[in-house]
């Protein structure tokens, strides 16, 4: 619909940008930490491991004077577990005040800090004496952790996230501590119970911070690609909306309601998958909804049906070409690619919020959207044009879904600095910060302005007019 734009973004429009522990900190082995499952993680040939990531553990202050003068309002970043419970049980003092210090610095900066309670960094001494989320028990250690960051931290940070993309979690057997080894119906079966345990931990955390922090707000946070239809075929339309129920709401529907809906639990009950689920859990987390939803978003699919009629596990890949009985990815001229094969489409943001909105009825953040890319220091300067032009078609989007109405309070580059992806070290870059060093050399690990940097600090200072 063509319609009138806000000018500028409003006055109390959150501009962020976003990190998680594990990517940035380093000093893995420093300040009684403990030990996360992904530490042990073999990383690929020629990619680094998180020991020493970006080294932000020792050059916090150094990273939050570049975040002050780059203008950020918020800056989101995730609390390790193992620094503040490196045995899962007990408090290690030093964790507790390295965070203190960050967050002090934080709020003296100006900056409202927003913190991701669990991002991917799970205790391994919870996954040896119990087997981690697949037993209740885990549920009990989360609320254990979160309310030691409501009570240290709940008198400077407001605003809360439970779980980093629990949908894309699952996905990852090393970051919840399944062995590799467990694939099949058992994979599926422990993925279930798992995305239960969370689910409930996520509701009984979300009771716990409104009755603790008076005022406080909390979210989950989803990761959904939106899906386009491949073709004006009404199958690939039904297949769509598969596999963003599939993919996506699943899990807002039980944060959010409380329920199955009924796409997921025909989709479980087919598999025989079914977790183990009472009435007392379904009531908490009906009784105990978010504030608002976080979304990450990164890229949307394009969905045809797929074609094959049986009933058929899906696998533990986050990224299957095809659900066999139900949809596959196809191609779309329309829609370009990143390096790593990520398709880049900013209208999939909006058509995300306008879809979570319309279900949910609640507020959003968009807690993570950036472009990983091969970034090249030449003569001490980045020229990141095309990270530029990606996160302003983005924002541009989410200042079209203000302009409409749809309730948006925040937008959180990924990443503020480089840090360690995931899956592909340092080789993808996501800053607005350069970190000198790549995977198999730590030179000076010194922080280098991109020209991203100066474009994002020139948008802030404008509140997004040219967008
Ligand atoms: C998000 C995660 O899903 O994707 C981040 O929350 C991650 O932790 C980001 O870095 C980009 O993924 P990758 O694999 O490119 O690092």
Redesign the pocket.
Known sequence: MYHKRIEKFPDDFLFGAGT?SF?VEGGIKEGGRGIAVHDLKKPKKGITDFSVASDHYHRFEEDIELMKELGLNSYRFSISWVRILPDGKNINKEGLDFYNRLIQKLTDSGIEPIVTIY??EYPKALVDKYKGWLSRESIEDYVNFAGILFSNYGDRVKYWLTI??QD?LLKIPERIGFPAEMTGLEYERNAQTANYNMCVAAAKVTELCHKMIPGAKIAPII?PMPAIPASNLPDDLIASMEFNELSAYYMLDLNCRGKYSPVYRKYLEDRDIFPEINDDDMKLMKDNPPDFIAV?Y?MNQTIAVSSIKEIALRGKEVFVSEEVGIYKIAKNEYIPQTD?GWNICPEGLKIAIMEIYNRYQLPMLIT?NGL?AYDKLENGEIHDSYRIDYISRHLSQVKDCISLGFPVFGYYA??FID?V????GMD?R?GFVYVNRDNDDLKDLSRIKKDSYYWYKKTIAERGQDL
Do not use: D, P, V
């Open positions: 998680s990517q991002h991917f980093n993309e894309h990761n990450n990164y790593w993570e990983g990924w990443s840090l992806s995931g899956r592909e993808k996501y």
